[in-house]
């Protein structure tokens, strides 16, 4: 029965907000240092991480088939791998920030946490309905 109620999918949205919550932090010391010289935009790269937070891996596991050999690396949930974005050539002083790619990604990351944050709240209030019997 718990299975049903607290599947992996809503276990792992606890994770896929709190990744949500690093790329708005990355987004916003992007938008921050836009006028750094030398700055690096970064950021996580989700369509590898967020498989992981939901539990469902995006590339199949490689075997190890002797023990000197090398793990496969996989997408760490609770410290993702952030990549940096080079400068353009053309960027006279070093920074790779980008204000309209920031403000684009600030606004797709806000958009999917205020939807994954409603749909955890409507999962929520359907266990609450049926708790009370519908009271």
Not at 16 to 45: M, Y
Not at 106 to 114: G, H, S, V
């Amino acid at each position: 029965m718990a299975d049903i109620l607290f599947n992996s999918l809503y276990g792992g949205l606890e994770n896929v907000l709190d990744l949500r919550s690093k790329q708005h932090a990355l987004t916003a010391t992007n938008i921050a240092n836009a006028e750094t010289p030398g700055f690096k935009a970064r950021f996580i790269p989700f369509d590898e991480v967020l498989g992981e937070a939901v539990g469902r891996p995006t590339r199949l596991g490689l075997k190890q088939t002797n023990a000197r050999h090398m793990s496969a690396s996989s997408a760490d949930v609770y410290n993702p791998e952030i990549q940096e974005i080079e400068p353009p050539p053309w960027a006279e002083d070093q920074n790779s920030v980008i204000a309209e790619h920031e403000t684009v990604r600030l606004t797709e990351n806000a958009t999917i946490y205020k939807g994954v944050t409603r749909g955890v709240s409507r999962k929520l209030a359907m266990l609450r309905y049926v708790s009370t019997n519908g009271r």
